[in-house]
């Protein structure tokens, strides 16, 4: 177990880190001991706050000499508590904001060397004024930060055509347990030394080291994109024209979504100035988008597959974007979901991935096997078919109390949703992370080989347990 901070350890951050970089004053901590859904709570006696990678060698070296837990945090916009300390106060809360800087953008080899506290957004922008683009985006693209990105392995709404975040970390800068700073940073194509050290801290939730920097790559910026909503009768229709448009556009197809009617009204009642983009609705809309450097082109060839499905009776209507604003307006229709049903009431949120080809089955198969256990309950799944990451809501029956029934049955319900998804060779997280909400539950129901893996690599690198203890694995 970890010890309390002692007054000479606080004195010693202190000096170490500088007013700018040390606070105990309880009105600033406030808004950084809660995660961003209200979910966890936690104390500290104090937030430290490193500006470069030598601060935070030397801050982790001091905790790790007194024994004394550290909980890294970058925006505070997880969706699983990974970056909330616990009630104890023992443990001290280590926030990566003010490593804010972008070290060096190389337009020739297209990598940025970007610190953990650069915002997802800012990055975007420094990207695209030099004529490339970062290719993963996500709805807390103005408060995530690239350090979290990197924890919890993000995956966003580009995955099927960029991958998640590990795929587009090409080294890492971080400091270990002990104080000593890994520097991987150098973006290697070969390299045999053994095991690939910088993708051990990608999905880590900081229970391995402190990321403080990560060169990533990028691409091209597209002149072009095309966009359009497509309504259709159900996600194994979906799945039809997701097969078919990937055959047809390759490597153009970059987004494909799906959302049930429910779930659009939801935004369309709860969010100001959104509107329905078909005429007529449908059970279900496919988002989907093409980038590439023809705008008439893509066009064309978008138009082209959706007129055959159309004639095919696959899907029942589309509208194409005419333009940026239009493509924007799209989006933001997937992208204010989660608002939306926050604004609908209490519900279990589940982030979990089944094989892409298995999507329609969950999606048709778990709200019986929930209703028969729960009576009355109400469910909701839109997300990624391109990448099989399914987000699942589960809203307790209308005649009950929200709270109390969350409280008595959430957890069961929960559990009969992750068990099916490990029926289905799926994953319990599929891009939020495990952090303290998943924890229980992956001890329980993942495979003993892996969780013996990941118990003995946490054992391997930080044996005192002083690196965000409590998250993940324990």
Known sequence: MSRSPSPALLARLTDILG???????????APWLTDWRG????????????????????????????????????????????????????????????????????????????????????????????????????????????????????????????????????GIEAVLPDGRIFEGLAPLKKDNRGYDLKHLFCGAEGTLGVVTAASLRLVPASAA????????????????????????????????????????????????????????????????????????????????????ALDAGLIHDVAMAKNDRESEDFWRLRDSISEAERAEGPALQHDISVPVDLMPRFIADNPGRLAAAFPGIRTASFGHLGDGNIHYHVQPPESADGAVWLAEHGAAASRLVYAHVVELGGSISAEHGIGQMKRDILAELDSPARLAALRAIKAGLDPAGLFNPGKLIG
């Not at 007013?19 to 901590?29: H, I, M, T, Y």
């Not at 922008?125 to 030099?130: E, N, P, V, Y």
């Not at 194994?236 to 009204?265: C, N, W, Y």
């Open 19 to 29: 007013p700018k970089g040390f606070s105990a004053d309880p009105d600033v901590l």
């Open 39 to 170: 979910k966890y709570h936690g104390q500290t006696a104090a937030m430290l706050s490193p500006a470069t990678t030598a601060e935070v060698a030397a801050v982790v070296g001091a905790c790790a000499a007194e024994g004394v837990a550290l909980v890294p945090q970058g925006g505070n916009s997880g969706m699983v508590g990974g970056a909330t300390p616990d009630a104890s106060g023992r443990q001290l809360l280590l926030s990566l904001r003010r490593m804010n800087h972008i070290r060096a953008l190389d337009t020739t080899a297209r990598i940025v060397v970007a610190e953990a506290g650069v915002i997802l957004e800012n990055l975007h922008h420094a990207a695209l004024d030099r004529g490339l683009r970062f290719p993963l985006t996500l709805g807390g693209k103005g408060s995530a930060t690239v350090g979290g990105l990197v924890s919890t392995n993000a995956g966003g709404t580009q995955v099927l055509r960029h991958g998640t975040m590990r795929a587009l970390v090409a």
């Open 225 to 308: 994109r095309q966009t359009a909503w497509i309504g259709l009768a159900s996600p194994d229709d979906a799945l039809l024209l997701l097969r078919r448009l990937d055959a047809a556009l390759g490597d153009a197809l970059e987004g494909f979504e799906i959302i049930p009617h429910p779930v659009l009204e939801a935004v369309l009642r709860h969010i100001p100035q959104t509107r329905h983009p078909l005429a007529e609705p449908s059970p279900w809309y496919a988002l989907v988008e093409l980038a590439g450097d023809d705008a008439a082109l893509l066009g064309e060839e978008l138009e082209r597959e959706l007129a055959a």
